[in-house]
């Protein structure tokens, strides 16, 4: 993988942190706006990076989709972005979903993060990844950012794809089923040759049909590598704002 953001750049933009849980020393970074409302904890904005950047180096998930978004244009609104690194060969699930979430936790805690009001996002195979957290936490988050994600696997033997704990029926359905009360926005590109657009376009469809506030944007010309268009998105800055604004708690 090309590395788009020098080492230094990293380190003085997102600060490394680190924590012991269940046995696993968790690293991860941060970063946060200028804060401009005098002491009040921010909103957050939790960060699950795609498979190019699964290591154990804490660089690595910053530099690929947000990190580099934060950097070119920061959103002049308080906020604390949280940027948690899968190990080699694992996924969002199980107990690296689980230890995302205790990241999400000791964030909020040592940095000033307002653990009521979370937004998820994440790019790729952290796409599938934010679909999964939000069905196994279906009330911890103000709203859910995907972006060339998906539901199912999206080639025979793919550890991809999400656990709804059903035995039967429709994945598309059964997640927007869980995830009707929360505010969605997806971005795929039409001609994505690793996650079939197909994804994305069932899942909006789906969280459609069950009455979900749900925003669905298909680059028509793009492939699978879309995190740009999507980070630099005014919109959906204006979109996130408006879903995290509200009372510290």
Request: charge should be neutral; proline fraction near 7%; charged fraction near 20%.
């Amino acid at each position: 993988m090309t590395d788009p953001m020098p080492r230094s750049a990293a380190t003085d933009a997102f600060p490394a942190h680190g924590l012991i849980a269940d046995g696993m020393r968790l690293r991860y970074r941060t970063w946060r706006s200028v804060d401009t409302t005098r002491n009040a904890r921010l909103p957050v904005l939790l960060f699950l990076h795609g498979s190019g950047e699964r290591g154990s180096d804490n660089h690595a998930q910053v530099v690929v989709g947000l990190g580099p978004a934060l950097i070119r244009r920061p959103p002049d609104w308080p906020l604390l972005a949280v940027f948690p690194q899968l190990p080699e060969g694992a996924s969002w699930r199980e107990d690296h979903a689980a230890a995302a979430m205790r990241v999400l936790e000791d964030a909020c805690a040592r940095t000033g993060g307002d653990a009521s009001r979370v937004a998820l996002t994440g790019l790729s195979r952290g796409g599938y990844g934010a679909w999964n957290l939000a069905t196994r936490w279906p009330h911890r988050f103000k709203a859910l950012v995907a972006v060339c994600g998906g539901i199912t696997r999206p080639t025979p033997g793919s550890d991809l794809g999400v656990d709804v704990h059903e035995t039967a029926g429709d994945a598309f359905e059964q997640t927007a089923s869980r995830l009707a009360h929360l505010p969605c926005w997806l971005v795929h590109g039409a001609r994505d040759a690793v996650i079939p657009v197909s994804q994305s376009r069932r899942m909006a469809l789906a969280l459609a049909s069950a009455g979900a506030a749900v925003h669905y944007r298909e680059l028509p010309d793009a492939g699978h590598d879309v995190w740009d268009p999507a980070y630099n998105d005014n919109a959906l800055w204006d979109w996130l704002r408006a879903r995290l604004e509200g009372p510290s708690s």
